[in-house]
Nanobody, 121 residues
Framework: QVQLVESGGGLVQPGGSLRLSCVAS????????IGWFRQAPGKERDWVSC????????YYLDSVKGRFTISRDNAKNTMYLQMNSLKPEDTGVYYC??????????????WGQGTQVTVSS
């Protein structure tokens, strides 16, 4: 069964950090580009970052550049999103995805179930 399972979300104060993990099963993650999206309450699911498997390039939403880092460990079939200097506007459900690196949700074939990140004092 093909699955992406996220973990690492939670409640954090502004300025804090979280690391999201996403473990793939049923397929080999290193055959795909990876990405992270987030959905704030009442809003669309928006692209946050992606990692091109072809050349290792990484891409970020402007508002998270310098604060978030996407990475992968192919030996563990796992991807990560390190989030530092978190702000209240980073609050939302975060989703991992595997497919083609891009900003459009339709470019991804597999999705995680989502993990809640809440940034609040």
């Amino acid at each position: 069964q093909v699955q992406l399972v996220e973990s690492g979300g939670g409640l954090v104060q502004p300025g804090g950090s979280l690391r999201l993990s996403c473990v793939a099963s049923g397929f080999t993650l290193d055959h795909y580009d990876i990405g992270w999206f987030r959905q704030a309450p009442g809003k669309e699911r928006d692209w946050v970052s992606c990692y091109s498997n072809r050349d290792g390039s990484t891409y970020y939403l402007d508002s998270v550049k310098g604060r978030f880092t996407i990475s992968r460990d192919n030996a563990k079939n796992t991807m990560y999103l390190q989030m530092n200097s978190l702000k209240p506007e980073d609050t939302g459900v975060y989703y991992c995805a595997a497919g083609d690196c891009g900003m459009d949700r339709t470019e991804y074939d597999y999705w995680g179930q989502g993990t809640q990140v809440t940034v609040s004092s």
